[in-house]
């Protein structure tokens, strides 16, 4: 299995306090991104980085900001959560070279917003 | 902009028979990947099989197949003698090939096997 961790696990927290998910790889892969899984929807891509310091939106990206200042570690934060925003979080990595183009997934990050 | 379609939400079969998963997308590429992601009630998204557009030959992971039709945009995932463990929900998924490409998932798909 790829080395990838998630924190917290499950977290449940009010209407407008803000909260950072941990992403922590040890593949040294290139590209790492932030999905919400909710039923009905599937996964969608909420922010993705393509490198230390370089990030960019996914469909969903309102609400939400990201850093990347390490190649292994990738913060997602939801600066003043909202009910809406109760989802899993899914993080993964790829590293897109030669046919190597899957994605791998951490284990998610159940949130529940009251 | 690709798009990635399960129109079927459910479906459940016997244990030890076939089911077939049917998944189309939608893209104006011609070098892509196509992906099948299971998971089971932990959660844990895990990589059942892939399939490169370059490649004609159908990818094959044991009781798992796909049978890829480009030109109709067809991806569908065969599991063959369904087990207990095969209970999950499936994920079909297509990336382009190229710098900074992006997953497109489509909505799942949950399968039920039976005893």
């Known amino acids: 299995d790829a080395g990838i961790t998630q924190s917290p696990r499950h977290k449940v927290t009010e209407t407008g306090t803000p909260v950072t998910l941990r992403c922590h790889q040890t593949e040294n892969h290139r590209y790492m991104y932030w999905y919400r899984q909710d039923p009905g929807h599937g996964l969608r891509l909420i922010h993705y980085s393509y490198g230390v310091k370089d990030t960019d939106k996914g469909e969903v990206s309102d609400g939400y900001s990201v850093s990347r200042s390490k190649t292994e570690d990738f913060l997602l934060t939801l600066e003043s959560a909202t009910s809406s925003q109760t989802s899993v979080y899914f993080c993964a990595i790829s590293e897109h070279r030669g046919a190597d183009y899957e994605q791998y997934f951490g284990p998610g990050t159940r949130l529940t917003v009251t | ?115």
């Open chain 2, 1 to 115: 902009a690709q798009t990635v379609t399960q129109s079927q939400p459910e479906m459940s079969v016997q244990e030890a028979e076939t089911v077939t998963l049917s998944c189309t997308y939608d893209t104006s590429e011609n070098n892509y990947y196509l992906f099948w992601y299971k998971q089971p009630p932990s959660r844990q998204m895990i990589l059942v099989i892939r399939q490169e557009a370059y490649k004609q030959q159908n990818a094959t992971e044991n009781r798992f197949s796909v049978n890829f039709q480009k030109a109709a945009k067809s991806f569908s995932l065969k599991i063959s003698d369904s087990q207990l463990g095969d209970t999950a929900m499936y994920f079909c998924a297509f990336i382009h090939t190229g710098a900074n490409s992006k997953l497109t998932f489509g909505k799942g798909i949950t399968l039920s096997v039976r005893p």
